[in-house]
């Protein structure tokens, strides 16, 4: 019976391949591994409804969390709810106000 290969295995494998042939497999890797094509609702629909922690959230819209504080602080953005001190964000409104960011960023440049 033979065994599945493991990832460490597969890793070695591949790092003692020749280049050419490193390459090669990486282009067949990633014209046939992943040809599903998945809508956004599949792959994030489980975050619809989800909330976000500031530090989260300011991943998200690709700012320091200084920043992200700031337009808290200036009402741009507003929590969903709060838990003692700490506030959460819908999804929801960080996709929207991430929207208007870039759309500020795409009439800027």
Request: charged share 25%.
């Amino acid at each position: 019976m033979r065994h599945a290969v493991t990832a460490e295995e597969l890793f070695t494998t591949v790092r003692s391949m020749p280049a050419t042939e490193r390459a090669r497999f990486f282009a067949l890797l990633g014209a046939n591994a992943f040809q599903e094509d998945y809508s956004h609702e599949q792959v994030f629909g489980d975050l619809a409804d989800d909330e976000f922690t500031a530090s989260e959230a300011a991943e998200y819209l690709e700012v320091s969390l200084a920043t992200f504080r700031r337009y808290v602080q200036s009402g741009k953005i507003t929590s969903s709810h709060v838990v003692g001190r700490n506030q959460f964000f819908a999804t929801k409104d960080l996709k929207l106000f991430k929207r208007s960011l870039l759309d500020v960023k795409g009439r800027t440049n």
